[in-house]
C-alpha cells in the first residue's frame, strides 16, 4: 500500500479519538521510562516491548510481561518505578501534543460533529491526562480501559464510544494509531483512519483501513474539504 492513503470524501457523524500516541505524544515517553527502569532491574532495551503493547489495556499489558518473563517477574517493582520515571520526565519536560490536534478539534467543533475518546488508559491516568493538554472540554464521551470488559482489539471500547455518542459505527470514523485499536474500531464497524505513530507499516492492518494520512493536520484539511 502507498505510504499515505487518502480516503473518498465522508462527513462522519462522530469522531472518536485514541489517546496515547494519537493525540498525545506518550508513547515514545513512555518507551524511554521503560528502558530506564528495566537498565536498573537489569533488563536491556526493555522499552522495545511497547511495540507489543500499543493499544491494550492495563490488564493486557501484564499479563503480556508475566507470560514474557515469566511468573516471577518483579510486576510492581517495574510499574512503580516506571511511573515515577515517568511523571519526573513529565515534569522536567512535558508531553506534547500531537501535530495538528488543536486544529483538527476545532474543525470538528466548527463542523458540529460530536466527538469521542477510546483509550486503553485508565482513567486515574487518561482523564488528568486530558485536562492537563486542555482538551477535555472538546468531547462528549470518555471511554476509558477500566470502563470495559474486553480490551483492544475487541471492538467493546469503539461500540460502547459510538453507543454513548449517539451514532452507529458505520456512520463514525476512528482515529488510531496501533494494530489493537486499528482491528477494535474496524471490528466495530467503524471507518478508520491510521495515523502512524511508533508503528509505521500498515501491511499488517491494511484491510481494516478507511484511510492512512501523516498527521491529524492532515486529517483536519481533508474533513475540511469534505463540507
Known amino acids: 500500500m502507498a505510504q499515505w492513503m487518502i480516503p473518498p470524501l465522508f462527513r462522519p457523524q462522530a469522531v472518536v479519538f485514541d489517546m496515547d500516541g494519537l493525540m498525545v505524544d506518550t508513547e515514545r515517553v513512555i518507551k524511554y521510562t521503560w528502558d530506564v527502569t528495566g537498565a536498573k532491574m537489569g533488563y536491556e532495551n526493555f522499552g522495545d516491548n511497547i511495540l507489543q503493547t500499543l493499544g491494550k489495556n492495563r490488564d493486557q499489558r501484564n499479563e503480556y510481561f508475566l507470560r514474557k518473563y515469566g ?13 515515577q520515571e515517568y511523571a519526573r520526565y513529565e515534569k522536567e519536560h512535558g508531553i506534547p501534543k500531537k501535530k495538528g490536534l488543536m486544529e483538527l478539534l476545532e474543525t470538528l ?29 472538546y468531547f462528549q464521551a470518555v471511554i ?21 455518542l449517539g451514532v452507529p459505527p458505520e ?16 471490528a ?6 491510521m495515523i502512524p ?26 474533513l475540511d474539504g469534505n463540507r
Open 109 to 137: 467543533r466548527r463542523m458540529k460533529i460530536p466527538m469521542g475518546v477510546a483509550t486503553s488508559t485508565h482513567g486515574e491516568h487518561a482523564l488528568p491526562e486530558l485536562e492537563r493538554q486542555g482538551v477535555r472540554k
Open 188 to 193: 466495530a464497524g467503524m471507518k478508520v483512519i
Open 171 to 186: 456512520g463514525a470514523l476512528a482515529l488510531e494509531d496501533s494494530y489493537n485499536g486499528i482491528r477494535s474500531a474496524a
Open 197 to 222: 505513530d511508533l508503528l509505521t507499516d500498515d501491511t499488517p492492518v491494511a484491510g481494516c483501513l478507511f484511510g492512512k494520512m501523516e498527521s491529524l493536520e492532515r486529517v483536519a484539511r481533508w
Open 71 to 83: 511468573e516471577d517477574f518483579p510486576l510492581q517493582e517495574f510499574l512503580d518505578g516506571y511511573h
Open 144 to 164: 476509558t480501559g477500566e470502563m470495559v470488559s474486553r480490551g483492544k482489539p475487541d471492538p467493546e471500547i469503539y461500540a460502547v464510544a459510538c453507543r454513548k
